[in-house]
């Protein structure tokens, strides 16, 4: 009877501490995840290529896709900061910092970064012919943001300001009765710079026709021997002196009687002078 008293004990014994283990086993701990996105922007457009890092319980990084979008999945329950970096030089934010929080399982954040260009660059210059300044002259300075009218003021120049930075093409609408070598000037602006792109020509010559009466009073042979003019049959060989003054001779033509003669127009080349 002792005996079976002995074994009765130690079953009572065992029973509780049998159960207490399989209470330990079933307690499971599930942790609290969110998730934390955003896009960065440039007034309305998305910004592709920027680093955003996530600081907190955990940290991760990522970069902005073509829409200018970022996830950070899996965060875990805490106190976050989101920061920007590598953004354009032309581009600036009010912050490049925010703060955020994950509190409840599956929990979603946004947090978004909008900018805006900066626009302080300037292209100024002088549209100028004999030295004189040219007003009302027409210029279109195509950029980053299509075109920009300018005109010029009294003494020729013209600015035009506000603009990002980026590449630049000028192009004058050359003025009736001028000659420009250059009518468009291409040009590379940085932020906060000013460019200098200027336009020189000369004012157009516009010469009339001159006709003027040659008499030939008397006509030599081969040989240096006078001739009567009346009684030449044959080929005349006539040398005229022209003086243009300051003028340029384009074209010298030969009449007889009113009546252009055979090859009788000679268009003189570029540059020739009292020739």
Known sequence: MKHLRYLLMAALVAMP?????????GTTTVPVTG?????V??????LAGVSVTLVGATSQAATTDGSGGFTFAGVEAGSYGVTIADVPSDVSFSTASKTTAITTQGQAVTVDFSGSYIRTASITGQVVADG?????????????EGDKNAATSGDGSYSVSGLRAGEYTVTLTVPAGYIFD??????????GEAKVASFFGEAEITIDPVTASVLIKSVTDDDGEFEDPAHIDGDIYVTLAIDPGENKLQQVCVLLDGAEVPNGCQTLSSGVEGE
Do not use: M
């Open 132 to 144: 004189e300044g040219i007003p009302a002259a027409s210029l279109v300075i195509t950029g980053p």
């Open 41 to 46: 922007s440039v007034e309305g457009a998305g």
């Open 17 to 25: 501490l049998t159960a207490c283990d399989d209470d330990d086993k």
């Open 182 to 191: 250059v009518s468009s000037l291409d040009l590379s602006v940085g932020v």
């Open 35 to 39: 998730t934390i996105s955003g896009t």
